[in-house]
């Protein structure tokens, strides 16, 4: 090992979330030739403090049997948030290159029950962590200007949703500031088990035209939008289309989601009392 290498593994040994936030800002077949010299625990180790959207376009710089090794060694949590960013046919690879247990642990977690909130959002957007300057974050955004929305979500180490921060702010904010210091930390969210009636009567549709999505334990798994939501109820080869989900409620929905949804929020409570509940979703195994 040169020294130059020696030295990059040490300062990410020793100084791993400063050296994740320098990794995410370079372009992802750089971060992968930097790592590659590495054992399979050391890159794991030092990508559970990387972004998941980073850390996939990193792990699809290798072979799948070495980017398999490195996601047998991240936590659980990590290695489904990045599989997350995976087509089907690539997760269907890289599970079958995997630790035979994390793999069958993985493969019952990482898909969200359908028709609920988590198995509509859209995992692939761009999110950013806390602690790094407005001007990272542009840059940031140059690179990546296809994932970018309107609404910019903040999301920790852990895949935690931390804040929001609206393009336009991001745009006008001082260069030096962090993003944890101008992010809105009071974010409305739906969590990823709701159901149709609960996705529905939410309140936020009247303020937003896209809302995160969160696991119980408040991670990330993606953004719901309402184009994709109102192709969802309007779509007729669903098993899940509930009867009360009718042309005339749609339509009410349509007019009231983006300029006030509180007859909505009570229309979709009365149906609640009197339409089947949804089984509830089993407790998140362990592996």
Known sequence: MDL?????????????????RFVEGLPARTAGEMLLPMEPEQVAAFLEY????????????????????????????????????????TQTTLLDHVDPAIGAYLRRTIHQPDHTAGSLADPHVLTLPPDITVAQALQRLSQTIRQAMYYLYIIDHQTILRGVILMKELLGAEATSTLSSIMNQDVKVIPASANAIDIVAHPAWALFDS?????????????????????????????????????????????????????????????????????????????
């Open 4 to 20: 130059t290498q020696h030295l990059r593994q040490t300062f990410i040994q020793e100084h791993p979330l400063e050296a994740a």
């Open 50 to 89: 990387c972004l998941p959207g980073s850390t996939a376009d990193i792990l699809k710089q290798y072979p799948p049997a070495i980017s398999s090794k490195i996601l047998s060694r991240l936590s659980a949590r990590s290695a489904r948030a990045v599989l997350r960013q995976y087509d089907p046919s």
């Open 211 to 287: 809302l995160p999505v969160i696991d119980r334990d408040k991670t990330f798994i993606g953004v719901l939008r309402h184009r994709t939501l109102r192709k969802f109820l309007q779509s007729g080869s669903s098993e899940y289309q509930p009867a009360f989900l009718s042309d005339a409620l749609l339509q009410l929905w349509e007019a009231y989601s983006l300029s006030g949804i509180g007859l909505m929020t009570a229309l979709g409570d009365a149906l609640g009392a009197s339409t089947p509940p949804v089984p509830a979703r089993e407790e998140q195994e362990t592996p």
